[in-house]
């Protein structure tokens, strides 16, 4: 799905025409019987290790949950480093992040199922009479209709399911009446007006008090929306009319879907990223299964089991084969583009897609599920997390980390697919690395920086509804759980809804609008549940075997990008496309063969030069395909080459008493003075400056003497405080922005320049926070006065030093066990695309410096290159 990422559902494929009161026995017997089978490579994990981590699963969850109820509540989110709810409008906008936000207590009403999950029933009962009595679903602002769908009306959903549960076991919810059920209906209501636009596609975002297109809503103008926006609806609208008899909601859902399925590509059957809802036109035209439409793919085949109608299976089936056919590059997945499939559409990946080993589980394709599940562990065994987008050489594209629960949930599928205790393991370690690297006092901190450790000032609610769920469940024995959760499917959010209601209301037509297929492989239409002697073909080896190979992919050496090369550009004698790393514009023989591609070369009245690639002038669709990839990988050498004139962003780590080194801090580094990366960490007590702008020599050189000095940024060059406080004795300082409210998290990294003298006389350490995280830092220092930091390239680790000041209970939930914390040295280091190049002069730039004084030659290339290729990506007439 487009952001909060998704549990996927339980069970396997279904008998074709199986009544649907054995639904639930069917998928159950799938899972069961295969959770006999596991390999010989890894050992069994004893009754008590598993029950041991799944305590502290619960334990961790206390900790997020408890944060979030003390210091947040009725806030929608809870702000872990600043102990704080964060509410919309008074913080500043993170832009389409935020649109999951609308003043309903969001991360109560997605983690009532959990708490049922988790056994917590009398919290889940007090979590019950706190929505009841204070969310308000009529407030005036702006949201998501894909989110509030999956996060709040799901939420309600899956609490109302377990509700009716409990309260006919007879011992909790007796006072119970439908009361969430009667809120989703008022929910779905006010959902319903984004469905008004003659395609049947909704609107990305509606008000929740006026709606769609008024002049109060703020919204309504907007053309275009995602895949997944327009097709993760079915589930949650359909369980709405199955619960309450008002058919009005699944149908409005059916027919998105059905408008989606009729705009595939019907060369490939494969769908775009983003779709015009006015005329089905597409916007995007890549096609993957990560970001935009992932759970589009999951909620066809979910539709099937839970709703019984033939045509989803048939229509995931179609797309499977696509998928399989031209995305899928074990261990890969790769985006291509829905026009010509065999060409990849750009050479990294999404976190999102780490959803799909597990759709391919409740598919019974395991091979493959067991591949690109390898995959992602080793990335994660390398950053410690999956960072939000990676290449396909393993180096890190996007450095953020939100704690997606993906990956956990492909490790619960794999692991009740196939009894490997090896799945038990990673659950392991990825419970250690959040308790390592992610917890702070106040709960659990996204990532902002894979490679540095510091935090991001967020705990997103998909965190509590996902993530705690497949941990708890991947350690837990059925008797461990107080309900069968194979009666049970999980929606993308991982909310539970019951399969009872295949049976339940079923008033719509189901007509099989699913025609025109391309001709299809049988294997692709399996109708019952895998085998496990499939699966496993008398081999207790066989899962080790398929992963054994990709133990080595993520090393350190960096090894070259796996990219499908067709065979096509191998024909005997013939010569490989030109690459863009090898391109020479003195080179006549590589002018010809960018003609040959369809490439022109445009002289500029400035001297620069610029690329043009139209396909229709292609000498063939070969060279076509060739020419848009050197295109492609002109850009990639080219931000790379740019990127390696930066500097790595640094981490300033709050490591005294109460934090011990939890809360970590992204910081911008500075062209001069101690280069942390070269050097070991600077480690010291923090003091103000005086004056505080350290301009001037400082008038309390006692107070910084042997400390780190805290210096406001304005008014001089930065090397100049520099100086200052160097002289007065400190050993380290740190420039803290003047612009209230700026943050590392809505803004990009800031780089200090010199003042273009000679700034060799700088030997202490100096680096750069925004306000948001300064004030953490100065906060602290007024509640506890002495507030020790590390300066660094990167966090340490948070269960070494300072060991002995940690609680028992926190000694606990922080193994000691040593992991790998690689991030990307030397040749690997890879910057997150955010960095932007910053200076300062006088009033804190200075028009001399610049991170790109070493102009590359291939920067006269790509003049205007960026513009360009988007507008030909954005060609109607793009088929070959």
């Known amino acids: 799905m487009s952001e909060a990422g998704g549990g996927r559902g339980f069970g396997s494929s279904v008998p074709q025409r199986a009544p649907w009161s054995l639904v639930a026995a069917t998928a159950a017997l799938c899972l069961v019987s295969a959770t006999s089978v596991w390999t010989a490579g890894a050992s069994p994990m004893s009754r ?17 949950y408890g944060n979030y109820m003390e210091h947040a509540y009725p806030a929608d989110e809870l702000m872990p480093l600043t102990c704080r709810g964060r509410v919309r409008g008074q913080e500043p906008s993170r832009g389409d992040v935020d649109d999951a936000l609308g003043k309903f207590s969001l991360t109560l ?29 009529d407030n005036d602002v702006v949201v998501s209709v894909f989110e509030t769908n999956i996060r709040v009306l799901g939420g309600l959903l899956g609490g109302h399911s377990l509700a009716i549960m409990l309260k006919e076991k007879g011992e909790y919810m007796q006072w119970y009446n439908d009361e969430l059920l009667q809120m989703a209906k008022q929910l779905g ?6 469905f008004n636009t003659t395609s049947g596609l909704p609107y990305p975002r509606i008000n929740l008090k006026f709606g769609i297109r008024k002049p109060e809503a703020r919204t309504g103008t907007e053309t275009d929306t995602c895949t997944a926006c327009a097709g993760t609806l079915i589930l949650e609208f359909a369980a709405l009319s199955r619960f309450t008899g008002a058919t009005i909601f699944e149908e409005y859902a059916r027919k998105a879907l059905d408008f989606l399925w009729e705009k595939r590509q019907r060369s490939s059957n494969l769908v775009g990223v983003t779709i015009n809802i006015h005329t089905g036109d597409w916007v995007r035209k890549d096609s993957g299964v990560g970001a935009g439409i992932d759970s589009y793919y999951e909620y066809l085949l979910k539709a ?3 709703l019984g109608d033939d045509s989803f299976l048939e229509r995931f089936n179609t797309h499977y084969d696509a998928i399989m056919r031209y995305i899928s590059q074990p261990p890969l997945l790769l985006d291509v583009h829905i026009h010509k499939p065999m060409l990849n559409a750009r050479t990294w990946m999404d976190a999102l897609l780490a959803f799909f080993p597990g759709l391919q589980v409740l598919k019974g394709d395991i091979r493959p599920a067991i591949e690109t599940h390898e995959m992602l562990y080793q990335v994660i065994k390398k950053h410690n997390f999956l960072p939000e987008a990676f290449t396909t050489d393993f180096r890190v594209h996007w450095a953020q980390h939100p704690l997606r629960p993906e990956f956990a949930e492909s490790t619960y599928f794999l692991y009740k697919a196939t009894g490997d205790p090896y799945y038990l393991e990673v659950g392991k370690t990825l419970i250690e690395n959040l308790n390592k690297y992610a917890r702070v006092p106040c709960g659990f901190a996204a990532m902002k920086d894979v490679r540095t450790g510091s935090h991001e000032d967020r705990m997103d609610s998909f965190f509590l509804a996902e993530m705690f769920k497949y941990l708890y469940l991947l350690f837990a024995d059925k008797e461990d759980v107080i309900f069968d959760i194979e009666d049970y499917i999980f929606t993308t959010e991982a909310h539970l809804l019951p399969l009872w209601l295949s049976t339940t209301n079923q008033r719509i037509s189901k007509k099989n609008t699913t025609s025109e297929y391309t001709e299809l492989d049988d294997s692709n239409f399996d109708w019952t549940c895998p085998n496990t002697q499939i699966l496993f073909p008398n081999d207790p080896l066989y899962a080790q075997s398929i992963r054994e190979p990709l133990k080595n992919v993520v090393d350190k050496s960096c090894p070259r990008g796996i990219i499908r090369v067709r065979e096509e550009s191998f024909r005997s004698g013939a010569k490989p496309p030109l690459r863009a790393r090898d391109f ?5 023989e590589h002018l010809e063969i960018l003609k040959k591609m369809g490439v022109s070369l445009i002289h500029l009245k400035d001297g620069r030069v610029q690329l043009v690639q139209h396909a229709i002038q292609a000498a063939s669709s070969i060279d076509a395909e060739d ?13 790379q080459q740019q990127k390696e004139q930066q500097l790595p962003p640094r981490a300033v780590q709050i490591v005294s008493h109460p934090f011990f080194g939890r809360v970590v801090l992204t910081a911008g580094p500075a062209q001069f003075g101690l280069d942390l990366s070269k050097h070991k960490e600077t480690r010291g007590f923090v003091a103000s400056s005086k004056p505080y702008n350290g301009c001037s020599e400082l008038t309390n050189p006692e107070a910084v003497m042997g400390k780190i000095a805290l210096i406001q940024r304005g008014q001089c060059m930065f090397a100049e405080k520099a100086r200052n406080i160097q002289n007065a004795g400190a050993i380290g300082g740190i420039v803290i922005d003047d612009n209230e409210g700026s943050s590392s998290d809505t803004a990009p990294l800031f780089q200090m320049a010199g003042d273009g003298k000679d700034t060799d006389d700088i030997t202490i350490p100096m680096l750069f926070l925004f306000s948001k995280e300064g004030s953490i830092i100065l906060d602290a220092i007024r509640e506890y006065e002495e507030v020790e930091v590390l300066l660094s390239d990167k966090a340490k680790d948070r269960d070494t030093d300072d060991a002995a000041s940690i609680s028992p209970s926190e000694q606990n939930s922080n193994p000691t066990e040593n992991h790998e914390t690689t991030s990307l040295d030397g040749e690997c280091t890879d910057l997150d695309n955010q960095l932007q190049e910053q200076s300062e002069t006088e009033e804190d730039s200075n028009p001399n410096v610049s991170w ?3 102009v590359q030659p291939i920067d006269s290339i790509l003049a205007d290159w960026n513009e360009d290729i988007e507008a030909f990506e954005m060609m109607e007439k793009d088929e070959l």
């Open 584 to 588: 020479m514009a003195t080179n006549p």
């Open 48 to 64: 008590e290790e598993k029950q041991k981590l799944g305590n502290q699963v619960l334990e961790m969850f206390d900790h997020a």
């Open 304 to 306: 099937y089991v839970l």
């Open 627 to 639: 020419g848009l990839r050197f295109m492609q990988e002109m850009i990639e050498l080219s931000s």
């Open 189 to 194: 209501y006010k959902l319903l007006p984004a």
């Open 852 to 854: 790109g004084k070493k």
């Open 109 to 137: 009403i997605d983690s009532l199922d959990t708490l049922v999950v988790l056994n917590k029933t009398k919290e889940f009962e007090d979590a019950v009479r706190k929505v009841l009595r204070d969310v308000n679903l």
